[in-house]
């Protein structure tokens, strides 16, 4: 296994915390809301490594790597208009780079209304 997987009982560890929304061998996704408490907290001075132990982590099972790029996200998230959101399901996919006609989006709806 890679140097930064978790390990089977590491896993299940997380999985106990209740700001951990889901965990896999190789990556943790926080919660919403432990993401408003780290951003607090970290506004108010404290440290990141700091900030994880009073929520239930552990910094060096997390690893320096983890906590860093963490909280570089967590400022990215917080000076966004939608903050800590998760907006994958709203934003996936590519954009569009031209306008449709009336008949190309008739034909759009068609095949998604066959989809469904």
Do not use: C
């Amino acid at each position: 296994m890679g140097v930064n997987y978790f390990r089977d009982e590491q896993v299940k560890e997380l999985e106990r915390n209740p700001y951990v929304k889901k965990v896999s061998a190789k990556s943790i996704t926080y919660s919403e809301e432990f993401k408003e408490l780290f951003w607090i907290d970290l506004q108010k001075g404290m440290m990141p490594g700091n900030i994880f132990r009073k929520y239930g982590f552990d910094p060096l099972m997390l690893g320096s790597r983890r906590t860093d790029n963490f909280t570089h996200r967590v400022r990215k998230e917080a000076a966004r208009e939608e903050g800590f959101k998760d907006t994958r399901s709203r934003n996936s996919g590519r954009p569009r780079t031209k306008n449709l006609t009336v008949e190309e989006q008739l034909e759009m709806l068609k095949q998604k209304n066959k989809i469904l």
